[in-house]
């Protein structure tokens, strides 16, 4: 690991560059025509039936004529091929829903609402945030309650854009470890026209209980198409879905449930109503009881909804973890998957190879949801380059169905998985934590990641072990990383330039320049790259990983077409 001040420092193969400040970056049918006619009038016996053909044939011969004279001509302006237009969209707030603490069920019927009971008397739950801002000027921001009740106001109205060319230098309003109870919501409006850079991510951490562990999650986006993978029904697995819905219109949300031996047709999946500013429970297990692997597909009619599964592993009375799994990138020929921890392969087999602990192992999972096979190229990324799997690189997943693939015998360390295939799929990972049978030990899910770009807004909350993870895939690239603290400073960034092929870890200091560390602003250029924040705690077998999220967007425009 090479060291770096101020703001960290990375592990080989990243090479850190010294710090340098940074500066602000500006985002940059016509109707079909009918058939004509030609009537010719009746005649009288064979003369007028062989006049009438000889009309016929010189009316054909002229329209041939002009025909052929029309193809000389250059048509009216009306004919010619125009390029479509685009028109510019509005920018709009910026939402991201935080889930709420992680309860434990309490008797429910199948299918319906969640109950829930009070937690252990340890637990926290925590939310961080952080929303980017340039030339002294912060959008208006705030974290809120869902029935909009607020909890903390990160910034007034906006008022005026600074100047074009005012100095950029960046700022950020901060939301640091601040307790939650419930749901909230991280809300930035636009400033000139431009969507808000802000992102949050919640933090729930226990040490006594049945759901004793930690887990962490994005303050995810409202959509109204998602997917999450890794759910499971099984005995001592509880999943409990979670749809919220911040806007003001209601949302009718159907499900698709896919499993191990194809598609799950539950009752009861279609037609949730979620009304606006409230949150819906729904137990997984009343759906698709018994499955061992669950991928879930939420799509939801009028309002976005955001979406995630809490998710809880109990093996007889001994604690096998808590997580939140978060929903990944939509199905695609390519998925890369990274922040992947995989512990000592020779304890992995030991423990694996128990009664009730098969689900401790490290997997990477594949959905598949058309009507064909994948076959699916998987290459696992590490500190020292390309790494083989035991089982091969090379497998193939159903149609309609999850399939898991083995991560067993992989050496420990951090890892980046890169899935292609000429199918589209769902991919997401399973790293575990703790390799002793009957001692509590801790799970979570990662999911699919989005291509780095530029200014990505990544929450790092305070407490524990922090680490960013860096993967480059084909070829090298470069990333800056300025640490964001908790006094509303961006300060000095540093790079790290990454390897082709390989996976860079870079451990969160606790402070930088006498402030809390709470957060990053991230950029990268060169080949792909990806990233995510893993989390644990110190002497306990707790694990979380945070993906990042997209780099807001500038003005976006859509095409127009005109037509009749």
């Known amino acids: 690991m090479h060291e770096n001040t101020p703001p960290a420092a990375a592990e080989a193969p990243a090479r850190v560059h010294a710090p340098a400040p940074v500066k602000g970056e500006t985002g940059g049918d016509a109707k079909p025509s009918g058939r004509g006619s030609t009537r010719v009038p009746r005649g009288k016996g064979r003369a007028a039936s062989v006049a009438g053909v000889a009309a016929g044939v010189l009316i054909l011969a002229g329209g041939g004529a002009v025909v052929a004279a029309g193809s000389l001509v250059q048509g009216p302006a009306s004919s010619r091929v125009l390029p479509?237009?685009?028109?510019?969209?509005?920018?709009?707030?910026?939402?991201?829903?935080?889930?709420?603490?992680?309860?434990?069920?309490?008797?429910?019927?199948?299918?319906?609402?969640?109950?829930f009971r009070p937690e252990s008397a340890t637990a926290a739950t925590k939310v961080t945030a952080a929303v980017l801002g340039a030339g002294g000027v912060l959008p208006a921001s705030s974290l809120t309650r869902l029935d909009g009740t607020p909890v903390v106001e990160i910034a007034k109205d906006a008022g005026k854009a600074p100047a074009a060319g005012a100095p950029q230098e960046l700022l950020a309003g901060v939301v640091a470890d601040r307790a939650a109870d419930q749901v909230n919501v991280l809300s930035a409006n636009a400033v000139a026209n431009q969507n808000a850079s802000a992102a949050g991510a919640m933090k729930y951490t226990a040490t006594d209980g049945d759901l004793q562990g930690s887990a962490a999650a994005t303050c995810g986006q409202p959509s109204n198409d998602q997917w999450l993978a890794g759910a499971s029904t099984t005995v001592g697995r509880t999943s409990v879905l979670a749809l919220t819905n911040a806007s003001s219109t209601p949302a009718t949300v159907s499900l698709e449930l896919y499993g191990g031996a194809g598609q799950i047709q539950a009752p009861g999946s279609r037609g949730l109503l979620v009304a606006p500013g409230t949150t819906r429970s729904v137990v997984l297990a009343g759906l698709a009881p018994n499955v061992p692997q669950l991928s879930v597909r939420v799509r939801s009619a009028g309002g976005p909804v955001a979406a995630s599964i809490q998710q809880s592993v109990l093996r007889g009375l001994t604690p096998g973890g808590v997580d939140f799994i978060a929903p990944g990138a939509a199905p695609s020929v390519r998925q890369v998957v990274t922040g992947v921890d995989i512990q000592d392969p020779a304890g992995l087999a030991a423990l694996t190879?128990?009664?009730?602990?098969?689900?401790?192992?490290?997997?990477?999972?594949?959905?598949?949801?058309?009507?064909?096979?994948?076959?699916?190229?998987i290459k696992l990324y590490g500190r020292d380059?390309?790494?083989?799997?035991?089982?091969?690189?090379?497998?193939?997943?159903?149609?309609?169905?999850?399939?898991?693939?083995?991560?067993?015998?992989?050496?420990?360390?951090?890892?980046?998985?890169?899935?292609?295939?000429?199918?589209?799929?769902?991919?997401?990972?399973?790293?575990?934590?703790?390799?002793?049978?009957?001692?509590?030990?801790?799970?979570?899910?990662?999911?699919?990641?989005?291509?780095?770009?530029?200014?990505?807004?990544?929450?790092?909350?305070?407490?524990?072990?922090?680490?960013?993870?860096?993967?480059?895939?084909?070829?090298r690239a470069t990333i800056t990383y300025a640490p964001i603290t908790a006094d509303g400073k961006v300060r000095a960034a540093a790079t790290a330039d990454i390897a082709g092929g390989t996976t860079a870890t870079i451990t969160v200091p606790d402070q930088t320049e006498g402030a809390d560390v709470v957060g990053y602003v991230v950029s990268a250029s060169g080949d792909a790259a990806y990233g995510a924040v893993l989390l644990g705690q110190d002497g306990r077998n707790d694990v979380s990983n945070l993906a990042f999220l997209p780099a807001a967007a500038g003005q976006e425009t859509v095409p127009v077409t005109l037509g009749y």
Do not use: N
Request: glycine share 14%; proline share 7%; hydrophobic share 45%.
């Open 84 to 115: 479509v237009a685009r028109a510019a969209v509005p920018a709009g707030a910026s939402v991201g829903v935080c889930p709420g603490p992680a309860r434990l069920l309490e008797g429910t019927g199948a299918g319906t609402d969640a109950q």
């Open 353 to 377: 190879s128990r009664s009730g602990y098969g689900d401790a192992a490290p997997v990477l999972q594949l959905t598949v949801p058309g009507a064909s096979d994948a076959v699916v190229e």
């Open 385 to 475: 380059g390309q790494t083989a799997l035991p089982a091969g690189g090379v497998v193939t997943a159903k149609a309609g169905s999850v399939t898991e693939v083995s991560l067993a015998g992989v050496p420990a360390g951090q890892y980046t998985i890169a899935a292609s295939s000429d199918v589209s799929f769902v991919a997401a990972a399973r790293m575990s934590r703790g390799l002793q049978a009957g001692q509590p030990s801790d799970v979570a899910w990662a999911g699919s990641a989005v291509r780095l770009g530029s200014q990505h807004v990544v929450p790092v909350p305070k407490g524990g072990l922090r680490q960013l993870v860096f993967g480059a895939l084909d070829a």
